[in-house]
C-alpha cells in the first residue's frame, strides 16, 4: 500500500515509523528539511521529501495520484484540510485530515467532508480525552476499552499481591471453557505475550481481560481490587485543551477541579465550563501546599495533563504519595511511555499513539470497525466482521492454525457478547475481536476476507 504522510511532526513521524514496519511503501514530506532529517538516515524503510504539502507540483512529485492513503498531520488544521483535498483532486484513494474542532467530527458533517475529498478527520486531543474518561470511571482499571456498544469489553489490570492466586499456575488450569472471560494479553516487563493454555501469570504483570459487563465485577475480584474507591471527584493539573474536553464528557457523578496556572486561560475555562459541574483554580499544581489545601486528599482521581512529560509524571508520583489512588498522566514523549510504566504511574495517554491508532484501521481491506494500540503493551486489538464467503466462517476455531502471537477474544452476534472456544464456529456478520502481537493485523486479514476467487464467480454470474 502506498501512503503519504503530510507533516513531519510530532503525530506524523510516529506515524511513519509505526506504519514503515508493515512494508507499507511510505512516503513522508514536510518542506523543513531539520524535522525529515532524522528519519531520512535511520533505520526505518519509508522516503523522506522536502515539498511543501499544499504544493501541487510537490504532491505529483510524491506520486499522490497513486496513493492509498493521504495523511495530513501538520499544526494547521486549514492547511491539512486543503492538502486533503488537492490530493483527493489528484486520485488519492483516501484521504485523513487532523483536526483542531472538535465540531468536525460530530457525524452530522461527515457527509459534507466526504464531498470534499476529506473521508475522516481525527481530533487527537478528543480522542485522548474519551481513554481519560474511561480510565477515571473505573478506578481499579489500567486500560478499558468497549466493544460494539458494550457487548464486550477489555480490562488492562494491574496484578498486585492480592491476585496471589493467579500467580504460577497455567492458565489452562486457572480457567476453562466456561469461564466467562479470557486473558487475551500479558505485559511482562518490557515484554508482551500474547497467552496460551501454558502461559502463567505473575506478580506486577498488566493482564488484558475480555469479557462482558455483566462479569466484570467477577474479574475484580479475582484480581483483589474490590476495594479500590470508585473515582467520585477529580483534581487536574493543566487547563489545556485534553482538560477541557474532559470536563465537559466526564460523567454527572464526578465533580472536577483544574488547576492552571494562566489567568487568561483560567478565564477561558470559566466561561466555556459554567454549565459543568467543574471548578476553575489559578495556581501551580506542582505546589504540594496548594494541592493539599484544595483537598486532594478528598479526590480519588489525579489527571496530569500539561504538555510537558517530566511534570506530569513528577505530579501524578506526588499525587500518589499524597494518597490519591487514581492518576493519569498524559506522556507526549513516547519513549518516556515505558518508563512512566515501571514507576506505576497509572493510565497512560500519549495523543501520537491515540491518533496512530485511529489512523491505522484505515489501510485493512477488511471491514473493520475499529482498532486500538495498547499504550503500555505491544500490541493491537481490532475488531473484524466476518464477511460471508470468508475462510473464517467455514471451519471451527481449533481447525485453524492461526499465526504465533495472534488470538481471538471474543465475537458479537446478533448485539451478543460471548467469548471464543476452540468449538466456536464463526459466522458471517459476527464481529470478532482479534488480538496480536503489533504488526501481525494484516496477518489476520486474509482470514475474514471474501477470497478473490469467489468475488471472480460472483462477478462472472452477474455478468452472464
Known amino acids: 500500500m502506498k501512503i503519504i504522510i503530510a507533516g513531519a511532526g510530532a503525530v506524523g513521524t510516529h506515524l511513519a515509523e509505526l ?13 523543513n528539511p531539520e524535522k525529515t532529517e532524522p528519519l531520512a538516515g535511520g533505520n526505518y524503510d519509508l522516503l523522506t521529501m522536502n515539498v511543501s504539502p499544499t504544493s501541487i507540483a510537490g504532491l505529483m512529485e510524491a506520486g499522490v495520484a497513486h496513493a492509498d492513503l493521504f495523511i495530513a498531520v501538520t499544526p494547521e488544521e486549514t492547511r491539512n484540510i486543503t492538502c486533503c483535498m488537492i490530493a483527493h483532486t489528484l486520485g488519492a484513494r483516501k484521504t485523513v485530515a487532523r483536526v483542531d474542532n472538535s465540531e468536525y467530527t460530530t457525524p452530522e458533517y461527515s457527509g459534507m467532508f466526504k464531498r470534499m475529498g476529506i473521508d475522516s478527520v481525527v481530533y487527537p486531543e478528543e480522542l485522548a480525552a474519551e481513554e481519560i474518561i474511561e480510565g477515571l470511571k473505573r478506578s481499579w482499571v489500567r486500560q478499558y476499552w468497549e466493544v460494539h456498544g458494550g457487548a464486550l469489553c477489555l480490562l488492562g489490570i494491574k496484578l498486585r499481591e492480592e491476585a496471589r492466586a493467579l500467580f504460577g499456575k497455567p492458565l489452562h488450569k486457572l480457567f476453562d471453557v466456561t469461564t466467562p472471560y479470557h486473558i487475551v494479553a500479558i505485559k511482562h516487563g518490557d515484554a508482551t505475550i500474547i497467552p496460551n493454555g501454558n502461559s502463567e501469570l505473575q506478580l506486577g504483570d498488566i493482564a488484558y481481560f475480555m469479557t462482558t459487563k455483566k462479569h466484570i ?35 454527572a457523578n464526578i465533580s472536577m477541579k483544574i488547576i492552571e496556572q494562566n489567568e487568561l486561560r483560567c478565564q477561558q475555562l470559566i466561561e466555556q465550563l459554567e454549565n459543568e459541574d467543574v471548578m476553575v483554580i489559578q495556581g501551580d499544581a506542582r505546589d504540594t501546599d496548594l494541592l493539599i489545601e484544595e483537598g486532594i486528599s478528598e479526590v480519588q482521581g489525579f489527571a496530569a495533563l500539561t504538555t510537558n ?13 499524597l494518597g490519591v489512588r487514581k492518576t493519569v498522566a498524559q506522556v507526549e514523549n513516547i519513549a518516556y511511555v515505558a518508563m512512566a ?20 484501521r484505515l489501510l485493512l481491506d477488511t471491514d473493520v470497525a475499529s482498532i486500538r494500540r495498547l499504550t503500555i503493551a505491544d500490541a493491537d486489538v481490532a475488531e473484524f466482521i466476518a464477511s460471508e464467503g470468508s475462510p473464517i466462517t467455514k471451519k471451527s476455531i481449533r481447525e485453524f492454525r492461526f499465526p504465533s502471537g495472534i488470538t481471538l477474544g471474543g465475537l458479537v452476534r446478533d448485539g451478543v457478547g460471548t467469548h471464543v472456544t476452540g468449538s ?7 464481529r470478532v475481536i482479534v488480538f496480536c502481537k503489533s504488526g501481525l ?7 475474514f476476507a471474501v477470497p478473490d476467487s469467489v468475488i471472480n464467480r460472483v462477478m462472472s454470474a452477474l455478468r452472464a
Do not use: W
Not at 474479574?219 to 474532559?246: F, Q, T
Open 217 to 251: 465485577q467477577t474479574i475484580r475480584k479475582i484480581v483483589g481490587k474490590e476495594d479500590y474507591a470508585d473515582v467520585k471527584s477529580v483534581m487536574v493539573m493543566g487547563g489545556g485543551h485534553i482538560a477541557m474536553h474532559v470536563a465537559h464528557a466526564k460523567p
Open 309 to 321: 512529560t517530566e511534570e506530569n509524571i513528577l505530579a501524578c508520583l506526588a499525587a500518589k504519595r
Open 341 to 360: 510504566e515501571k514507576l506505576d504511574i497509572g493510565t497512560i495517554i500519549n495523543k501520537k499513539m491515540t491518533a496512530a491508532s485511529h489512523i491505522y
Open 19 to 31: 506504519l514503515a514496519s508493515e512494508s507499507h511503501d511510505i512516503i513522508l514530506i514536510d518542506e
Open 441 to 447: 493485523i494484516k496477518d489476520i486479514d486474509s482470514y
Open 424 to 430: 466456536t464456529q464463526i459466522m458471517p456478520g459476527d
